[in-house]
């Protein structure tokens, strides 16, 4: 359902970056079985439709609440937080003024180093350190 969606905006919008951020399921566990296959599968349509993809791996975001924000038993809502704030610093640049990054077209350009190579890991220690500290306030 997600990548048809992509792709009729796509089809509307030809001329627009299109950057989507996507959750991966964890290799250990998974809630359903067929999980993994539709993570397999969407992955061509994220390669031919979007321009940049970010992926969050669910089961590392267990392991930063776990081990960076010391957590006995994260909730989603502890899991969104994280990527939010990730989300938010990748789009930061849209926001407020600046010399770099200042289109998506740029930030495309910066973060994806070989054209066809539209994946981008996000590192969320920086996010989780953040996402700490303003739970602590």
């Known amino acids: 359902m997600g990548t048809l969606l992509v ?3 796509r089809e509307e ?3 627009r970056i ?3 951020f996507s959750a ?3 290799l250990k566990v998974s809630d359903t079985v067929v999980e993994p296959y539709q993570a ?3 992955l061509h349509h994220l390669v031919e439709i979007t321009d940049e993809t970010y992926y969050f791996d669910n089961g590392a975001l267990y392991d930063v609440c776990f081990r960076t924000l010391k ?3 994260p909730t989603y809502d502890d899991l969104n937080h994280s990527v939010s704030v990730t989300m938010s610093g ?3 640049c849209l926001r407020f003024p600046g010399q770099l990054n200042d289109f998506l077209h740029k930030l495309a350009v910066n973060m994806v180093p070989f054209p ?3 994946f981008s890991f996000q590192d969320l220690f920086h996010s989780s350190a953040v996402a700490a500290s303003s739970s602590a306030h």
């Open 7 to 9: 792709s009729k905006i």
């Open 13 to 15: 919008y030809l001329d």
């Open 71 to 73: 957590l006995t038993t």
């Open 18 to 20: 299109m950057s989507t």
């Open 116 to 118: 066809d190579w539209i």
């Open 40 to 42: 397999t599968l969407s």
């Open 90 to 92: 990748v789009t930061i």
């Open 24 to 26: 991966v399921p964890p």
